[in-house]
């Protein structure tokens, strides 16, 4: 098992930047995929990157460009750098761990984060 923790959330605003970090226990940290997803109020919960266990990366379509997934084994966390940050990026962003690369179905990753708040003010 792998616990998640995620920070580094806060409020900024428009075209500026934040640098959200997942931070796992759990001595199987090494051996998983970690994603990252975003839920704004109202709306379907949606990927933004995943990264795997050998630090190759998947960005969704839209939001190439301005995330950067990163991960530090040694460390056992996993950040993701948000540039040019628009109001509707506001959302609760959460990282989870899958075995699998890459996995695009939120619904089946294993194990979840509680989420760190992304508020984008115009």
């Known amino acids: 098992q792998v616990q998640l923790v995620e920070s580094g959330g806060g409020l900024v605003q428009a075209g500026g930047s934040l640098r959200l970090s997942c931070a796992a226990s759990g001595r199987t940290f090494s051996l998983y995929n970690i994603g990252w997803f975003r839920q704004a109020p109202g709306k379907e919960r949606e990927l933004v990157a995943i990264i795997s266990r050998a630090a190759n990366t998947y960005y969704a379509d839209a939001m190439k460009g301005r995330f950067t997934i990163s991960r530090d084994n040694a460390k056992n966390t996993v950040s993701l750098e948000a540039n040019s940050l628009k109001p509707e990026d506001t959302a609760v962003y959460f990282c989870?761990?899958?075995?699998?690369?890459?996995?695009?179905?939120?619904?089946?990753?294993?194990?979840w984060g509680q989420g760190t708040q992304v508020t984008v003010s115009s």
């Open positions: 989870a761990a899958s075995p699998y690369f890459p996995n695009t179905d939120s619904s089946t990753y294993a194990f």
